[in-house]
């Protein structure tokens, strides 16, 4: 599963977050790709990458 350039750069800049993104079975991954993929600018894309690295990282605190 290949990811986004925008996430991939999110990710390398913040281990936790890609510890976290890594842990995920392969059906949460692919939906968070496609949810950034669907962005048409890359400023959305981008966006949406430190959207999902905030909430996986928010989500991993309460569990």
């Known amino acids: 599963m290949e990811l986004p350039e925008e996430?991939?750069?999110?990710?390398?800049?913040?281990?936790?977050a890609f510890q976290i993104f890594d842990a995920?079975?392969?059906g949460r991954?692919?939906?968070?790709?496609?949810?950034?993929?669907q962005g048409k600018s890359?400023?959305?894309?981008?966006?949406r990458s430190f959207e999902?690295?905030?909430?996986?990282k928010q989500r991993n605190n309460k569990l």
């Not at 996430?7 to 936790?16: A, N, R, S």
């Open 7 to 16: 996430l991939m750069e999110v990710l390398v800049q913040d281990d936790f």
């Open 52 to 56: 999902i690295a905030e909430k996986i």
């Open 42 to 47: 890359i400023e959305t894309r981008i966006k």
């Open 29 to 37: 991954k692919r939906g968070y790709i496609y949810y950034i993929r």
């Open 24 to 26: 995920l079975n392969d």
